[in-house]
């Protein structure tokens, strides 16, 4: 029976619901406004948590990003699906991931917490999911010219060990909170950072989603990749799952609040809204994945996935460091330069390996 669910098209509507209601339901526990699930700003706050940036409001081992990648691991061990790999143009994927998380800490959110803004009435989100979708859109135009990282390889299974590995050892750091003489581990006691759920639990439930997101695919990127490229919904109407089931849940919470101005953890300069997440919505879907799947992925023994996810992290702390961030005032100093900077970088990348352009060159 249960088999048999996971084959249907009822999985990836459940896998939607499941990841919209308990985001809105993580919010209300603890977790920061319209912050239920960000994979983007979970990393940030890891980043922050391992002394890799100093910004004191947003440092915390975000529990959530642990059982992702241990759920994708059980999910993975069970169906037989953990296929240690990897080799697949390992250094151009932690330079999608960090170009990756700059577009998303520019515009303050993965493409989950988009749906997830929307899902609490920030309009600012609009800006952001057009930019996201232009950002797939031409990541799409690199596929279909024959844009792509190579084969990977069939690997050790020490390999494909090495983050559910890591997931622990931060589990750990999380749970015993050491204090060492450089001063780590960080924890915020004001702003986002300090704001989180109780851990077991946000740590289950971000379980339950890895198992889900394994099983189902699910992913925000590849949805709207697929529509474009064969014209299939498949993953697509898992997101659209997620995005009802938060907004119903919102509401029911009371924590629906349409509107521009005064949203949490945003900010409402549109052009860099959209800027940011046409630069991540570029470097994901050149990498493969959103950052959730890209975790899930890393759960079932990708090595290449794994690297994306560490590019992301180092970004986040270069970002903070370097004052590319945005805030609720807008922007930082440096954000908007590095946004275009990033779209340049993607832009080499993809013509760069696009069998298409390839070809052209060599003839």
Known sequence: MWEKFLKSRKQIIFTGVFIGVFAALLQRWGNPPNMGICVACMLRDISGALGLHRVGVVQYLRPEIIGFVLGSLISALAYKEFKPRGGS????????????????????????????????????AFFGLAGLVVGIWIGVFFLKAGYNLGRYQRSSSFIGWIMPVIMVGILLLLIFKPHLPSGVVFFSIQGPGSQHAPIFLALLIAMVIGFLAQRTRFCTVAAVRDIIIIKDTYLFTGVMSLLLAALISNLILG???????????????????????????????????????????????????TIFVIGMIIGAGFAHNFDLTSSPNGPGRWGPAAVIIGLIICMIIGFSMSDQFRKKREA
């Open 255 to 305: 924590q629906f609040n349409f509107g521009f101005q005064d949203q949490p953890i945003a900010h409402n300069n549109q052009l860099w809204n959209f800027g940011g997440m046409v630069l991540a919505g570029l470097a994901f879907t050149l990498a493969g994945g959103c950052p959730g799947r890209q975790l899930f992925l890393s759960g079932e023994g990708d090595a290449d996935a």
């Open 89 to 124: 143009a390992p250094i151009i994927r932690f330079i999608l991931g960090f170009w990756a998380m700059v577009g998303a800490l520019v515009f303050l959110g993965c493409p989950w917490r988009t749906l997830l803004r929307l899902a609490g009435g920030d309009a600012n």
